[in-house]
């Protein structure tokens, strides 16, 4: 009877600890709340303390103060501050400001800066190594380098940061970092590019930000970048570029967004960026102060991009500028009020075979059904150039102007 009634007793036990939470039963899964205060009165006073002492899925919530500290994040934690304009984290020019190798880590309403004196280059506000994070609701400013820096980090979320003033990038990814989201950010005077993604990055989406002021271009993708949805940005007043492709970035759409005022050009694909669609854009006064440079679009070296449903008006120079391109369609777009509606350039060395080759390579680009200004009856004539580059010893002869039609342009804007 008593080895019977043990048992009974066990079985109960067991019932009743498969039933009660972990929390309750002191398990490690228990999600704590763990209060900072620089001033004291809470768990810490220091934001590392915190995490040290924190276990996986814990939220460190940081009272308003001035945290003089380089964070590392090494545990799944949410980092939540109380107020992002009086909740701050000031490195002091020792080196990055928050550390984040920690997957799932959630970073919010802080203040993030260096006030590096020394002006020590090379030190982000926000460094990720890990992946699935959100960083949103921060201010990024007055970092010695990049103000977040993403290296081989893939799926996570930047959101609603204001990102300004940083030494270098504002946002930069690089090196296979994949499928992370850069939603509804301001970018702004940044010394160099406001969003800067290379080295064989795909499968990223940067929309609805606002991208401003920065002294290169809006943004900048370079070297094999695949498979990113540009759409529904403001990019302007920038100092280079609005958008700006090149070595071999493929697959890329280019939608929606409003790229006015930049001092390059609107957009530039450049040296093998092929097979992007670039439609729906306001492409409006950019160019404001490199005479040289083109107005609206450039495509130089790439192929089979479509272009298409775009306003491009009101650049200087060119709206549409095609340099060595081949197989590239320009449908339907609005181009109004440019100094030269569109252009293109070859370019044949040697033989007259080679020329012969360049000559057929003009006729692949193609001009379909674009309001160019005003109602035309008859085909529109846009104007180009071949340089044949015959002898080494002589100048280039040109061969101009050479003429590739719009045959059906429509009769009013779309």
Request: aromatic share 10%; net charge neutral; with cysteine.
């Amino acid at each position: 009877m008593l080895k019977k009634n043990m048992v009974i007793g066990m079985v109960i036990s067991l019932i009743v600890m498969y039933f009660i939470p972990t929390d309750f039963a002191g398990g490690k899964n228990f999600k704590n709340t763990i209060y900072v205060d620089d001033d004291g009165g809470a768990d810490y006073t220091k934001i590392n303390d915190a995490i040290n002492n924190a276990s996986d899925g814990d939220t460190i919530y940081v009272y308003s103060g001035i945290y003089y500290e380089n964070i590392k994040v090494y545990k799944s934690v949410k980092l939540i501050g109380e107020n992002r304009n009086t909740t701050i984290i000031d490195s002091q020019g020792s080196g990055d400001v928050i550390n984040i190798t920690a997957n799932q880590v959630t970073l919010s309403s802080f203040t993030i800066q260096n006030t590096d004196t020394n002006h020590h280059i090379g030190q982000q506000g926000i460094y990720v190594k890990s992946h699935y994070n959100i960083i949103t609701n921060n201010k990024i400013i007055d970092n010695w380098s990049h103000g977040i820096f993403l290296y081989r980090a893939s799926n996570n979320i930047i959101s609603n940061n204001i990102i300004t003033h940083n030494k270098h990038y504002g946002i930069y990814l690089q090196q296979q970092s994949n499928k992370n989201q850069l939603l509804e950010n301001e970018v702004s005077y940044n010394i160099g590019h406001g969003i800067h993604i290379s080295d064989y990055s795909k499968d990223n989406t940067i929309s609805g930000n606002i991208i401003t002021e920065n002294t290169g271009s809006g943004i900048r993708l370079h070297y094999a970048i695949t498979s990113t949805s540009i759409h529904g940005n403001s990019i302007k007043n920038n100092h280079k570029q609005g958008i700006y492709m090149d070595a071999g970035s493929d697959n890329n759409n280019i939608s929606n967004n409003i790229i006015e005022d930049n001092k390059g050009m609107g957009i530039l694909l450049d040296l093998w960026c092929n097979n992007n669609v670039i439609s729906g854009n306001i492409i409006a006064n950019n160019n404001r102060e490199y005479y040289n440079d083109i107005g609206g679009i450039g495509i130089g070296s790439s192929s089979n991009n479509i272009i298409s449903g775009n306003d491009i008006r009101d650049n200087k120079r060119e709206s549409i500028y095609i340099y060595k391109a081949t197989n590239n369609v320009v449908m339907k777009n609005n181009i109004m009020g440019d100094q030269n509606d569109a252009s293109f350039e070859f370019i044949a060395e040697g033989t007259l075979k080679n020329l012969s080759s360049k000559i057929r390579d003009s006729f692949t680009n193609k001009f379909i059904r674009n309001y160019w200004g005003r109602i035309r009856l008859m085909p529109k004539p846009i104007t180009g150039k071949i340089l044949w580059d015959w002898h080494p010893s002589y100048a280039p002869l040109e061969i101009s102007p050479w003429i590739v039609f719009d045959w059906h342009p429509a009769f009013k804007p779309y």
